[in-house]
């Protein structure tokens, strides 16, 4: 059985788990006040080069959730791309955590927002008018959930119409680091650099087993985080659990060595995939996920090998990219545990060389 559906579908990697254990020895004060989580935090303020308020929960929905409720009112509306995990994948998380925020999706082809679009879905929300949501956010997936990623140019034309308007802006960086290689940049010049106000920092994906920081640059915004977080029940008693991985993951650039493998792996498939009869690339491959369309046949070839990705549909395919009923739209996603031999598998399968995976 080889599995790319997600990069959800494997454990996570041996440092952090070997951190764990050592974190589990001896007592450490509960809820976060422990040592291990005081030294994520210098960590994470070192990749960030910027003092950070770091507030980690072993989810990603609840990292967006209770960052989106740190910047809106209830009343508000939060701006982000119509097929975003925030919009379609937390059900409706986002809109609790805010105590009922609206959710605005922005349509965009590749997984992404324009500054036009976003202007256009703001113009539907005066400022002031009584009967309408207030803006106050605009959310950035990086990666997209295309599998695209940004670039800095354009991440920072988006926050120049946030900010244009006075909204403030979250990154949901659920594959933050495979973005950041993607684009051979620093976690500084991805974030408050170009105005992110708060970063849902991923790492499960790329090697924890559960464990995600929501991370402030501006302690005003960071005021009274705390307790929303506890009350939203997303403050671990053994809070050193949490700081563990985390220090375990960013330790001796480990997290850069998973995604650097898990992007490598995607290109691998990427190329392979290219040579298929009929196997169609809707986005560009940018980070670990690679989208394919092929046909039924071949899907069928990928059931009997056991070989699983995951069935997709979207509506932000590139103009003139149809999908037809005798084919299938398919995610892989590589992480820092795809083989080669996994990869060479999928597209022997899919290229009818073998008739099943051993
Ligand atoms: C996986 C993912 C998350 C987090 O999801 P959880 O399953 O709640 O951990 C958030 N955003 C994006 C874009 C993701 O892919």
């Keep these: 059985m080889i599995n790319l559906a997600s990069d959800n579908v494997v454990g996570a990697s041996r440092p952090v788990l070997e951190t764990l254990l050592k974190a589990n020895d001896g007592a450490a004060m509960p809820y976060g006040t422990d040592s291990w989580t005081a030294d994520a ?139 950041m290689l993607a684009l051979g940049c620093t976690a500084a010049e991805m974030t408050w650099k170009i105005g992110i106000d708060v970063v849902t920092f991923g790492a499960s994906k790329n090697g924890c087993l559960a464990c995600e920081a929501i991370i402030f640059f501006d302690a005003a915004l960071a005021e009274n985080f705390q307790y929303r977080r506890k009350r939203g029940g997303h403050t671990l008693s053994k809070g050193r659990l949490l700081g563990a991985q985390m220090v375990g993951y960013l330790e001796n650039d480990h997290w850069i060595a998973n995604a650097k493998h898990a992007n490598a792996m995607a290109q691998t498939l990427a190329s392979g995939l290219r040579t298929i009869p009929g196997a169609r690339l809707p986005w560009p491959v940018d980070a670990n996920e690679v989208f394919v369309v092929v046909p039924q046949s071949a899907k069928k070839a990928l059931d009997e090998a056991h070989i699983r990705a995951a069935p997709w549909s979207s509506n932000c395919v590139p103009d003139g990219f149809t999908i037809g009923a005798d084919e299938a739209f398919l995610r892989f996603v590589t992480s820092f545990a795809t083989q080669p031999s996994e990869i060479e598998a999928v597209i022997a399968t899919l290229s009818g060389r073998r008739a099943a995976a051993e």
């Design 41 to 179: 935090t210098a960590m994470l303020a070192k990749v960030f080069e910027h003092e950070v308020h770091n507030f980690m929960v072993a989810t990603g929905t609840g990292a967006n959730a209770l960052a989106l409720a740190a910047l809106t009112p209830p009343w508000g509306a939060v701006f982000c791309h119509a097929e975003s995990h925030v919009m379609d994948d937390e059900c409706g998380a986002p809109e609790m955590f805010t105590d009922g925020a609206k959710i605005v999706g922005v349509p965009g082809v590749n997984g992404k927002m324009t500054p036009a679009a976003v202007e256009a879905q703001l113009e539907r929300f005066a400022k002031g008018v009584v009967k309408s949501v207030q803006p106050a956010a605009l959310s950035i997936s990086q990666v997209t959930e295309a599998g695209t990623v940004y670039t800095l140019d354009e991440i920072r034309a988006l926050v120049a119409v946030a900010k244009k308007h006075g909204l403030k802006t979250h990154l949901d960086g659920a594959r933050f680091t495979n973005a």
